[in-house]
Structure formats: C-alpha cells, structure tokens
C-alpha cells in the first residue's frame, strides 16, 4: 500500500499469476479447493489486466499516442475511463481481500488424504 496505485496493482498482478501457476500445479491432486480457488484467481488477473489495458490507454491520451488527429477532444473518454478504472480497482482490491482471508490454511493435508485414497 505504499507505492503508488499503478505500480500496486501492477506487483498485485504479477503476485497473483505466480499464485494461478502454484495453483496449477495442484491440479494433478485433483483438489476441489484448489480448483474453486483457480477460478477466483484466474477472475481476479482478468480484472488487474483489464485495469492496466485502461491505465496504458489513459497514458497514450495524455502523451498524444493513440493515433487519433490531434483535432478530436478526448477528455471525454479519459474520464470515463478513469472512472471505470476506479470501479475495476475497487473490485480487485475486495475479491483480492476475499482470496487472501479465504486462503486454505493446509493443502498437505487434503494432498495426502487424495494420496492415501489413490494408494488403496
């Protein structure tokens, strides 16, 4: 929470796909937590993409790089687009809050009771 909103929800980001990744390599144990958990993740990376996509668009109007004429006014659309960034940022932030209170406290012990069934 100390650095600014664009780089956050950037480090946000990169923490949750490396998370869908871990998550992904438990699918062999065919866990139902894991699974239900991947769905959320997977949501949650969607979002924090669509939130970059807008924060890189709002960065090519203000620098004059969307290959628009200069002639066409585009504070229309920044601000509706800013405001549409805000409302994506605040659903990351309470979906990733739920995933982190929801977090499975012991998948060993899930991955050893799948084993011991495959084993019998």
Not at 81 to 94: D, E, I, N, P, T
């Amino acid at each position: 929470r100390t650095k600014p909103g664009g780089e956050a929800f950037h480090d946000l980001r990169k923490a949750v796909k490396a998370h869908g990744a871990q998550l992904a390599l438990l699918r062999d144990f065919n866990l139902k937590c894991a699974d239900a958990r991947r769905r959320e993740v997977d949501a949650l990376g969607e979002r924090l993409g669509e939130l970059n996509d807008v924060a890189d668009m709002r960065a090519r109007l203000r620098t004059g790089m969307t290959g628009m004429p200069d002639d066409i006014g585009t504070k229309a659309f920044d601000r509706l687009m800013k405001s549409h960034a805000q409302g994506l940022a605040r659903k990351a932030v309470r979906r990733a809050d739920r995933l982190v209170r929801d977090a499975p406290r012991d998948y060993r012990r899930e991955m050893r009771q799948v084993a011991l069934e495959d084993a019998a």
